[in-house]
């Protein structure tokens, strides 16, 4: 979810490349809402991103993206 969100919100061919510190803190019930919060850090060229329902953090971690590479 978080990758497409972000996939989503660019247009410069960047794509995911890996993933890191993905934490679980919560099972996730059919139909419940989550909130998706993701920041770019530059320096770093990824993004942090969190995933709540309600007040209560369900998922967290680090996306980190790439260009395409051209053939």
């Known amino acids: 979810m978080v990758a497409d969100l972000i996939a ?19 099972i996730v019930k059919p139909g419940e809402i989550l909130d998706i919060h993701a920041t770019f850090v530059q320096i770093k060229k990824q993004y942090v991103f969190r995933i709540t329902s309600g007040n209560d953090e369900v998922c967290s971690g680090v996306i980190l993206f790439a260009k395409k590479n051209k053939i």
């Open 8 to 26: 989503a919100s660019r247009d410069d061919g960047m794509h995911l490349t890996g993933l890191s510190r993905i934490k679980f803190r919560k």
